[in-house]
T-cell receptor, first 116, second 119 residues
């Protein structure tokens, strides 16, 4: 499989529970991004890793959110004490380290979170 | 202010006809890149085409072309010979920064346009 893989594809959780999503980027890609997409909106940037270093965090990433990429390969996104407003599609993307502005990001199919 | 504006929530096009999806952007950077992505109902964002701010020619990729008007800050996507499989959400996005790649790598997306191709 040469694409970005996300697991699970769907997650239903009760409000207040913790959830964790996993993203496996394309193997030679050093850059990894997390985005959140709510219904009727475009994806919104959450955070960016270059190898294992988290270099950018959006103000959307509240204290309840934490992302890691411990070995510079796969990444996890954890949401603690979920709220109904966290219901969204969480998209992971990766891109190569070389290249400039035209470096395209390849997206996974996303994890759809529903908080009930 | 919105950085990426897509004014068409939905568009219909007859199969085999051409369609233009509008996108305007707002940035004070001299170096930036503009992207179009397609999102089918499966959810995956599929890269279609890229235009750099310093590119003098409009980008083309198969049936996709980008009508780049820098002075008007518009980057419209033109799909020629529409096919039923083109029915999807289409998102315009921008990356701001230096040509070398320095700066933020995040993409800022518009709200999208839902394209429906009619047989």
């Amino acid at each position: 499989d040469t694409g970005v893989s996300q697991d699970p594809r769907h997650k239903i959780t009760k409000r207040g529970q913790n959830v964790t999503f996993r993203c496996d980027p394309i193997s030679e890609h050093n850059r990894l991004y997390w985005y959140r997409q709510t219904l009727g909106q475009g994806p919104e940037f959450l955070t960016y890793f270059q190898n294992e270093a988290q270099l950018e965090k959006s103000r959307l990433l509240s204290d309840r959110f934490s992302a890691e990429r411990p070995k510079g390969s796969f990444s996890t996104l954890e949401i603690q004490r979920t709220e109904q407003g966290d219901s969204a599609m969480y998209l992971c993307a990766s891109s190569t380290l070389t290249g400039g502005l035209n470096t395209e990001a390849f997206f996974g199919q996303g994890t759809r979170l529903t908080v009930v | 202010a919105q950085k990426i504006t897509q004014t068409q929530p939905g568009m219909f096009v007859q199969e085999k006809e051409a369609v233009t999806l509008d996108c305007t952007y707002d940035t004070s950077d001299q170096s930036y890149g503009l992207f179009w992505y397609k999102q089918p109902s499966s959810g995956e964002m599929i890269f279609l085409i890229y235009q750099g701010s310093y590119d003098e020619q409009n980008a083309t990729e198969g049936r996709y072309s980008l009508n780049f008007q820098k002075a008007r800050k518009s980057a419209n996507l033109v799909i020629s010979a529409s096919q039923l499989g083109d029915s999807a959400m289409y998102f315009c996005a921008m990356r701001e920064g230096h040509w070398s790649g320095a700066g933020s790598y995040q993409l800022t997306f518009g709200k999208g346009t839902k394209l429906s191709v009619i047989p």
